[in-house]
């Protein structure tokens, strides 16, 4: 079945930077766009980073272009965000998710904590 499963979350400092990672399995990695999410406390879930299944051309919100970078390693089924320049607003469990035959997939989720 279709797994996908995210780390690399954790506390740090506003300013610095984290690389998520989320492995899938269960499906032709290489075959479907890949996609970041997060959630903070109160608030909707919102796309943060697309990667495409052709060219790996990449897609990002306005507000977070410059500061996020997704990337992909089709040999190893993983997908990364790498996030710099941290905010205290970045706080929040940021998701992989992947869209198969028109059903959503995510992961467990990963925590991202951004002191001041």
């Known amino acids: 079945q279709v797994q996908l499963v995210e780390s690399g979350g954790g506390l740090v400092e506003a300013g610095g930077s984290l690389t998520l990672s989320c492995v899938a399995s269960?499906?032709?990695?290489?075959?479907?766009?890949m996609n970041w999410f997060r959630q903070a406390p109160g608030k909707n879930r919102e796309l943060v980073a697309r990667?495409?299944?052709?060219?790996?051309?990449?897609y990002y919100p306005d507000s977070l272009r410059g500061r996020f970078a997704i990337s992909r390693d089709n040999a190893k089924n993983t997908v990364y965000l790498q996030l710099n320049s941290l905010k205290l607003e970045d706080t929040a469990v940021y998701y992989c998710e992947c869209n198969i035959n028109q059903g959503s997939f995510w992961g467990q989720g990963t925590q991202v904590t951004v002191s001041s």
């Open positions: 990667i495409t299944k052709y060219n790996n051309a990449a």
């Open positions: 269960g499906f032709t990695f290489s075959r479907y766009d």
